[in-house]
């Protein structure tokens, strides 16, 4: 299904070097994945809904809350220096 000058074109496409050896293993390999597409495009799939995903996907994170935040003098309290309500940092030019 797939020969070595399939290989060495995708190779040079990717500008990959590759080995007699890894030429060979590659044109193997990529053949066998190409048998198994065909093998599962003979498949009869109508009753088969689309899916983005084998299984079903759940959000783990945990629900929004709405809470007080911090006040403007609890949010600078570990500030090294702060000037009117606000950080001062070292100006970076």
Same mark, same amino acid.
């Given at each position: +299904?797939? %020969?070595?000058?399939?290989? %060495?074109?995708? @190779?040079?496409? @990717?500008?990959?070097?590759?080995?007699? %050896?890894?030429?060979? /293993?590659?044109?193997?390999?990529?053949?066998?994945?190409?048998?198994?597409?065909?093998?599962?495009?003979?498949?009869?799939?109508? %009753?088969?809904?689309?899916?983005?995903? $084998?299984?079903?996907?759940?959000? &783990? +994170?945990?629900?929004?809350?709405?809470? $007080?935040?911090?006040?403007?003098?609890? @949010?600078?309290?570990?500030? $090294?220096?702060?000037?009117?309500?606000?950080? &001062?940092? $070292? /100006?970076?030019?």
């Amino acid at each position: +299904m797939i %020969e070595r000058k399939d290989v %060495e074109y995708v @190779a040079w496409l @990717a500008r990959l070097e590759l080995s007699e %050896e890894e030429i060979e /293993r590659f044109t193997r390999q990529l053949g066998q994945v190409l048998e198994h597409a065909e093998k599962i495009k003979s498949l009869d799939t109508r %009753e088969i809904k689309p899916t983005s995903h $084998p299984i079903s996907l759940k959000n &783990v +994170m945990r629900d929004d809350v709405v809470r $007080p935040g911090l006040t403007q003098e609890e @949010a600078l309290s570990n500030a $090294p220096r702060s000037e009117g309500g606000y950080f &001062v940092v $070292p /100006r970076i030019i």
